[in-house]
């Protein structure tokens, strides 16, 4: 099963996107209109984007005469990318775009990242013109937001710094009022910043004519002080290249100097950079100090950037997916064509016989197994969480609460549980592959190697599972947590008519029951520290109980249309679903006994033994 036809029976059959187009918003759409925009993204991706997955890879971006080189490649899927209209596919009409359905969007995104997931960076300026949207002042729209969704210039994220990745709070990056007047800036409240970005992806290049910075920096208290905590953060937008109120460049640097390049394990086609804001290398009106323009209000910058966090950590998990897909699929064609070894009858092997094709080797086709449930099960929980991105936009008011709700529970686990195991699928696919697998002659290894990021951006693994039990399962009185418990027992209740899922169902359910007395035991003791110890296994556990949901959900709607199992997609995801249920779920229990007895192994072991 390639993607396009998993997709088609996701959103189609299991998910119903085409009754969204009886919503409003997305009433000049049908079908027809999805799948025409689902073929010109499958189109531009295996043009334009697949065929240089490698080049992108060995000729790392590289600094000459202080402009960032990319491949010519990186360009010509640049503008594919943008003439498919796709940066603002989901906006207003009012701002070029589609009104197209988020999780059609996401769909359509999904073809780039399974063909090259480290050329385009799209999904920042998406993010970045976004927020603007929400948050900014109108003329900010009109001059950041507008242009960064038509193409003409991109966007990024300056969040980490060199001392503060996970912890924020402790950023050092100042803002300073820019002079008189400085809150008359047609472009917002103009400040002046200085300090350091670590990290910051597509921080510099040459695809587009400007880049638009969305900076976190601390406005410093009345004596001078920068307030401590998060409290003290605000958000500013900072172009690379001053711009008037028009939208027209000025013909004036920034004062945002490029510091270096991080030469990274993978992803490589997109840049990653430090930047220098403010040190004086581009003076503005003859002095140093970036010029930043106010979002929202001061001290109001974190509570703006978690505005967009959903999408983009869906985003992320959704890239981790199409990784383990790609590897996946790498996998089965290689397991198909390698002959190597001959079965083991009821009287041992047969040495004269010929050898078999890999993929007639039990433990090969463990496998491929391992990696379809762990791939396509991620990619049902992206699609279904877009979906309540769209519930959430356009739902009425019961249904839009109740998707905000479930997303808050399931977002940590949206992002973390694509990052661990479609990783651990790329490593399943070079194991596949034997020592083949290994070199560069192959693309498994690069698949492993631009995966590996995804359990460290946008909020580290330990992280996301600390917000998740510490946080999540916990707000509005478990309201989320109860409301997706519901939503499971829906689903056993639908697969326990089915007698080929009624065992998964009562699985389901114990697992259920698992996690949620493993939540009240973690927290018995309302020690913070004690709960979190384990937060980690805790969201393994947790995962893998929203995976078994999925695929039971999944393969319940697969049985449900196709019930004497006619269609090897149907015998597929059934058996997807019930390697899941024999071989995952059942390691929930290794998980939670740590977390429910409070396990201070890890937490109490003194440094020096270590
Ligand atoms: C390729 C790449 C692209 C990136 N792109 C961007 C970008 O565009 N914009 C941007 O702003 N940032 C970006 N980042 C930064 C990324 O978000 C940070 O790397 C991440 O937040 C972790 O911060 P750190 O690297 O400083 O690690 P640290 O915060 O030092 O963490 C190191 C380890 O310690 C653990 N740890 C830290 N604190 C705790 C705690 N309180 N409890 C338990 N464990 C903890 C972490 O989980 C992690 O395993 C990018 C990073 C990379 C590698």
């Not at 040459?206 to 409290?231: C, S, Y």
Request: proline content about 4%; charged content about 20%; hydrophobic content about 40%.
């Amino acid at each position: 099963m390639r993607l396009r036809k998993t997709l088609d029976f996701l959103l189609y059959q299991w998910l119903d996107v085409e009754s969204l187009s009886r919503r409003e918003r997305f009433a000049d759409h049908s079908r027809e209109s999805f799948d025409a925009v689902l073929d010109i993204c499958e189109r531009i991706a295996r043009e334009k984007y697949a065929p240089f997955n490698r080049l992108v890879d060995s000729q790392e971006p590289r600094l000459e005469r202080d402009a960032v080189v990319l491949p010519q490649a990186t360009h010509e899927a640049h503008r594919a990318y943008v003439e498919s209209g796709m940066l603002g596919a989901a906006q207003d009409y009012a701002y070029g775009g589609m009104q197209l359905p988020y999780t059609v969007n996401a769909s359509a995104n999904a073809f780039f990242a399974l063909a090259s997931v480290g050329i385009g960076s799209h999904m920042l300026t998406v993010g970045n013109a976004n927020l603007l949207l929400v948050h900014g002042t109108p003329g900010q729209q009109q001059v950041f937001a507008a242009n960064e969704l038509s193409g003409r210039w991109a966007g990024t994220m300056c969040l980490s710094e060199p001392q503060a990745g996970s912890s924020l709070s402790d950023i050092a990056t100042r803002a300073l009022p820019d002079g008189e007047g400085f809150e008359k800036d047609p472009l917002g409240p103009r400040y002046r910043l200085t300090g350091n970005k670590m990290w910051i992806s597509s921080g510099d290049h040459e695809l587009t004519e400007n880049i638009i910075h969305l900076v976190l920096a601390k406005i410093p208290g009345p004596d001078g002080q920068l307030i401590p905590g998060t409290r003290g953060i605000s958000l500013f937008v900072a172009p690379k290249r001053l711009v008037d109120a028009e939208g027209r460049l000025t013909g004036e640097r920034n004062d945002i100097a490029l510091a270096g390049l991080n030469h990274k394990l993978g992803w490589r086609g997109t840049t990653n950079t430090l930047l220098n804001f403010g040190e004086g290398k581009f003076p503005v009106a003859g002095r140093a100090g970036a010029v930043g323009y106010l979002v929202g209000r001061p001290h109001e910058g974190l509570r703006c950037m978690f505005h967009m966090m959903n999408e983009a950590r869906i985003g992320v998990g959704t890239a981790a997916t199409m990784l383990g897909l790609a590897g996946y699929y790498a996998s089965l064609d290689y397991a198909r064509s390698r002959p190597q070894g001959r079965p083991i009858g009821a009287s041992g092997k047969d040495a004269t016989s010929a050898p078999v094709r890999i993929i007639e080797h039990a433990d090969v086709k463990r496998m491929l197994l391992a990696q379809k449930s762990y791939c396509e099960g991620a990619l049902a929980l992206e699609l279904y969480c877009a979906r309540l991105v769209d519930e959430d936009r356009t739902g009425d008011a019961e249904s839009a609460r109740q998707a905000r709700l479930l997303l808050e529970v399931l977002t940590p686990i949206a992002k973390s549980w694509p990052s661990e195991w479609c990783l651990e699928a790329n490593s399943l696919a070079i194991q596949v592959h034997g020592g083949y697998g290994y070199t560069r002659d192959f693309p498994v290894e690069q698949y492993w190697r631009d995966n590996r990021l995804n359990m460290i951006h946008e909020g580290s693994h330990g992280i996301q599972a600390m917000d998740l039990l510490g946080r999540k399962v916990l707000m509005e009185n478990g309201r989320g947590m109860q409301l997706l418990a519901a939503r499971m027992q829906e689903t056993m209740a639908r697969a326990s008519a089915h007698a080929a899922l009624a065992s998964h169902a009562a699985a389901l359910g114990q697992a259920l029951g698992q996690v949620g007395a493993a939540t009240q035991k973690a927290w018995a003791s309302a020690n913070p520290t004690e709960a979190l110890a384990n937060a980690v296994p805790y969201m393994q556990a947790f995962g893998h109980t929203v995976l078994a949901w999925i695929w039971l959900d999944v393969a319940a709607t697969a049985v449900a249309q196709d019930p004497q199992q006619a269609h090897s997609a149907t015998v597929g995801r059934l058996g997807a679903a019930q390697f899941f249920y024999h071989y995952e779920l059942p390691k929930i229990g290794a998980w939670l006994s740590v977390v429910q007895s409070r396990d201070m192994t890890c937490a109490t072991l003194p440094e020096e033994a270590f």
